[in-house]
Nanobody, 123 residues
Framework: QVQLVESGGGLVQAGGSLNLSCAAS????????VGWFRQTPGKEREIVAA????????YYRDSVRGRFTISRDNARNRAYLQMNSLKPEDTAVYYC????????????????WGQGTQVTVSS
């Protein structure tokens, strides 16, 4: 299992931007696809974006496509989620997760998780 730590969350006004960072340690980072998920109290955890092992392929849920960009830097053991044009409905705890087998899927497909970072978007 790879260890993951998220950072970069905070409070931002609607229309603003945040860049989330996921720092990985432990097993070789390039052996894992990376997904960003989010969860609001009372709702199921949902995938936001995912990136393949070398970064060549990306997935975005419809509601964030065109606003968010996922990337990774395997040499630095980091993954990122650049969030632009933020909306109040983006407010959630955001989690970085890693999977050795798939890069698109629900939370059950990922076996390594960070602690989460809070993103709050005010209207």
């Amino acid at each position: 299992q790879v260890q993951l730590v998220e950072s970069g969350g905070g409070l931002v006004q609607a229309g603003g931007s945040l860049n989330l960072s996921c720092a990985a340690s432990g097993r070789t980072f390039s052996n894992y696809a990376v997904g960003w998920f989010r969860q609001t109290p009372g709702k199921e955890r949902e995938i936001v974006a995912a990136v393949s092992w070398s970064g060549g392929s990306q997935y975005y849920r419809d509601s964030v496509r065109g606003r968010f960009t996922i990337s990774r830097d395997n040499a630095r053991n980091r993954a990122y989620l650049q969030m632009n044009s933020l909306k109040p409905e983006d407010t959630a705890v955001y989690y970085c997760a890693a999977s050795p087998t798939v890069y698109i899927g629900g939370p059950e497909k990922y076996d390594s998780w960070g602690q989460g970072t809070q993103v709050t978007v005010s209207s």
